[in-house]
C-alpha cells in the first residue's frame, strides 16, 4: 500500500529533524490525551467518584463491571431475572467483562468505567493513527488526523453519552485493517494472517457491531489482495490462519448468541427506524437527538474530514489504496441509513432506502442500530483525510494546511457536542436496600397505571435498578446481562399492584382474600423483600401500596430513605419456604400471557 | 473494591416553557413529591437566577435533594379553559435539571408538549434545530472552501 510520493509532491521546504519514534509515540498519546480530556468533560474532575452520561446504558456497564468476577467462571446469572437466571452468553462486551474481571480487586466499577471512557478514545485513536502511517503511508502529523476521525467521532460522543462505553475501546478494527493488509502483500506470512484473525476476534469480543465493519472490511482487502498479489500460494499461505481463526470464532458465536431470545430479536419494525442514521444529524449535532426515545444518536460526517475526501479524488491521483477505503467510507455511510433515511429533523419524515428489501432477512433484523456502520465511514474517511492533508502539505507546505488541526478540534468538540450534552447522574444507591435480607431475592415495586414499561422515561428504569442492585447485592426479578421479552419483575410487579389496588376498593368483599393472595404469591415466588418505589408510582395510590403491603408484611417498612436520588419504602417478608419458585414464575407468566395453565 | 461516590448536595429544577400564543402565558408548575406538593407560578421577569426578563421564556425553579425523577404538572390558564400536563419524568442532571415545554394553541384550546430546549420569544423548539442544522452546513462549506482553496494552491506552485 505504502508507494513513494511523487516528484509533483515532493516536500517544498527543508524539513525539520525527523522524530524520533519514542518522540513521535509521546507526542501523539499527549495529543489523543488531551483531547479526550477535553471531548468526556468535566469526567477527568470526577476521580471516578460520579456516572458523567446522558441517557442509562452506562448502569448496566458499571453492573457489568461489578458482577464480572462473579459472572465469568460458570458464565450464569443466578442473581438476576429471578428466579430463571440468566445466560451470560447473552453479553455482547466480553473485552469489557474480562477488563472487569482483571481490575476488580484495584478499581471501583465507576473508576473501571471513567477509565475506559477516558483511555479507550486515546488507545483506538492511536490505533487509526499507525493504521494511516504504516498502512498508507501517511507523514506525521498528518497521520494524526486520522486518529481524531476515527476515535473521537459523533459515534464515540453517542457511546459515551448513551453509555454503551465499550465501543470506545476500538483499537481492534484499524489493527485488522493493518495485519489484513500485511497478509495480502507481496511480503505476506502467515503470522499475519494469524494477527488479523486475532484482531477479528477481538473485534467480535468487542461488540458484534464491530466484528460485522471488520468482515466486511477483512473480505474487501481480501478481495484486493486476490486480485494485486501474484503469487496466489503465498497469498493463501498467509490468509489460512486469518481464515482457520475467523471460522471458528464465528461458529462458536453463532451456536452462543444466535439462538437467544432476546427483545431485540422481536422488536417490531419501527425499532429499525430508531437507530438509523438521519440526513440532517450528517451535518451537525442538535440539542433534539438527545430526546429521541432515550437515545443520544448523532453522527456527523465531520467537516475537516469531509472536505479532505471530497478532494480525494484530484488530490491523489495517481496513488494506490485510498480508493477501496473511499469505497469503504461510502459503504459504511449506505449501511447506516438502514431501510430508511430520515430527511427531516421532524423525526416523523422517512424516505425508503435500496435496503428496504433486507429488513426481511434474520440477519438483518439483528443489526438494531444501522447508524454503527458509520464507524466505517469514520475509519475509511479519516485514513483518506489524513492522505489528502498529507499531500496537500508536501504540494504547498505544512503551515498552510496546519489549520486543519483546529477544524478537526472542532469537529470533535463542537460538531460531536460530546462535552456540551454530559451530564452528572446521581450515583448513589438508596441506603433503604440495605435493611433487606442479605440473600434473600427483592422485588422492586413500581409503575404506572396500567403498569407498562412503555413510557419513555421509564424505559430507564430497569437499567437502574441493575445498577441498585451492583451495590445492595440482593438477587432481583431485572434481566441485568440484557434486556429480554418477558421481564419477570413487571410481570409480578403488575400482579401484587393490581391484587393491592383492587383489595383497596371500598365495595371489594374480599380484601383479606386479595392480601393474602399477594402474601402466598410472594412466599411461592421467595422473595423476602418488597422495595417500593414512591416516585414512580402515582400519589393517589401511595397510601394504598403501603396500606396493603403493611398486610401482606404485617408490619411496617423495615426502612424508608429519601437518599440515592429516590423515596424507598422496603419492607421485608417472613421468611417461607418456597417449593418451586421457578414453576410459580412460570404459571403467573403464563396467565400473563393468557395461556393455559 | 467497594462502590465509592460523590452526588450533589442539592438540585435545582428549572421548569421552563415558551408559548406561541400571547393568550397562554399564565403558567403554573407544580412537582408532586412523596413528601408533599410544590407549585409555583411560571415568572418572566428576571427574578429567578438565569432569566431574561421579557424573553418569552417563563420559568419556575425548584431546589431539593436530588432526585431522579420527579412527578411534573405544567397547568396553563386561558383560552377558555386550563390545560394540563402530567408526567413523571427523568430529571437528567443532578445539579441542574432544566424540564422544557411549548405551549401553543390548537382550534382555540392549549396543547402542552415537552421540548428538547426552549426558544425565546415563543418560536417553535425545531426552529432551534434547524438553526443548529445550518450552522453545521455553514460550516461544512467553509471547511470545503478551505479545502478547496489549498488545492487550487497546489497546483499553482
Known sequence: MTSPAPAADAPRRTAAPPLSDAARTLLTLAFYGLLSVAFTWPLVLSGGDALHTRQFDQYGVVWMATRGVDLLPDLVDPSTNYPLGASVELVDAWIHLALAAATQAILTPLQQVALLVLVGPVLTAWAAERLAARGLGVRFPWSLLAGVAFGFSGLAATAWLEGHVYFLLDPWLPLLALWTLRATSRAGRPVHGLLAGAAWVLCLATTAYLALIGALVAAVMLLRGALLQPDRRRLARATAPMALVVGVASAAYAASFLGVDSVEETAPDGWVLSGVASLGGLAAWTPAVDMVRNHSISAPLGAGTLGLVLFAPRVLRGLPGWRTWLGLAVAGLVLAFGPAVQVGLDDRSWAATPLLFATDLPVWRKVHFPVRMMWLWYLGGGLVAALVADRLARRVGGAWVAPLFVVVLIDALVGTGAPLRARQTIAATPSAYQAAPPDGPLLDLLGQPPFEDRDDDFAVVGHLLCYYQATHRRPVLDPCVKPLRENPRAVVGREVLSLLIEAADPPDQHLGQRVEAVRSLLEALGIRAVAVHLDLLPNEIHAVVLGGMEQVAAGPPARVSSDGGETIALFVLPAGAPTDPRAAYEALARAHRGEAP | ?157
Open chain 2, 1 to 157: 473494591m467497594e462502590p465509592r461516590v460523590q452526588s450533589p448536595a442539592t438540585q435545582l429544577v428549572l421548569v421552563q416553557a415558551a408559548s406561541s400564543s400571547p393568550r397562554l402565558r399564565e403558567m403554573t408548575a407544580t412537582l408532586h413529591r412523596p413528601t408533599g406538593d410544590q407549585t409555583q407560578a411560571l415568572v418572566d421577569d428576571g427574578s429567578v437566577a438565569g432569566d431574561v426578563a421579557q424573553d418569552g421564556i417563563y420559568v419556575a425553579a425548584f431546589t431539593g435533594e436530588p432526585v431522579r425523577f420527579v412527578d411534573v404538572e405544567l397547568s396553563v390558564a386561558g383560552a377558555g379553559a386550563e390545560a394540563a400536563y402530567r408526567r413523571v419524568v427523568l430529571t437528567p442532571d443532578a445539579r441542574l435539571s432544566r424540564l422544557s415545554f411549548y405551549v401553543e394553541e390548537v382550534d382555540g384550546a392549549a396543547v402542552v408538549s415537552r421540548a428538547a430546549w426552549v426558544q425565546a420569544h415563543g418560536r417553535h423548539p425545531d426552529q432551534g434545530a434547524a438553526l443548529a442544522l445550518h450552522a453545521g452546513l455553514g460550516w461544512i462549506a467553509v471547511c470545503v472552501v478551505y479545502v478547496a482553496c489549498l488545492v487550487a494552491l497546489g497546483q499553482r506552485r
